[in-house]
């Protein structure tokens, strides 16, 4: 159960920071609408410029990569404690 949750995890962090490229893709392929019929790459384009700022999409992207990575084991983190005995 452990590794599918890691799986799924890991899926959805790498669709998200590739999201977020897209949309920074997308966005520095957006010009100003003009008179003429945009063509179907412009409306799409524009559309992908319009999503949240993709700065948030990498940034959940990687978050959730690093969780997926603890979860499968792959980063392992422990704390201990230890009192003074005299």
Known sequence: MRSIVAAIMAILGTVL?????????????HRPES??????????AGTLARLPRP???ILWGVVLLG???????????SATATAGNR
């Open 17 to 29: 920071v590739l999201s977020g490229a897209g949309a920074f893709w997308a966005s520095a392929l």
């Open 67 to 77: 969780l997926s990575a603890v979860a499968a084991g792959a980063i392992s983190v």
């Open 55 to 57: 700065e948030r999409l």
């Open 35 to 44: 008179a003429d019929e945009a063509s179907r790459l412009d409306q799409t």
